[in-house]
């Protein structure tokens, strides 16, 4: 089951590819900023694997996690 079966209420969001990402099956290259902020702010991973996976710093991450907060 994918952990986001949905599309977001706006439907700006590729659920299926942020989750590629995430699994790392899909470079982050084929996500839009606002994928990769999503991306960062609801997964689970780690500050440094969502760094890694999303192809941003560690500081990004924790920026991006913060201003959701």
């Known amino acids: 089951m994918s952990a986001w079966p949905y599309a977001t209420c706006d439907g700006q969001i590729d659920l299926v590819a942020v989750e590629r990402v995430l699994r790392g099956t899909l470079h ?5 900023p606002e994928e990769r902020k999503y991306a960062a702010r609801h ?4 500050v440094k694997d969502a760094a890694r996976l999303l192809g941003v710093t560690d500081k990004t991450i924790q920026r991006w996690r913060e201003e959701a907060s």
């Open 28 to 32: 982050h290259s084929a996500l839009t």
């Open 43 to 46: 997964s689970t991973v780690s």
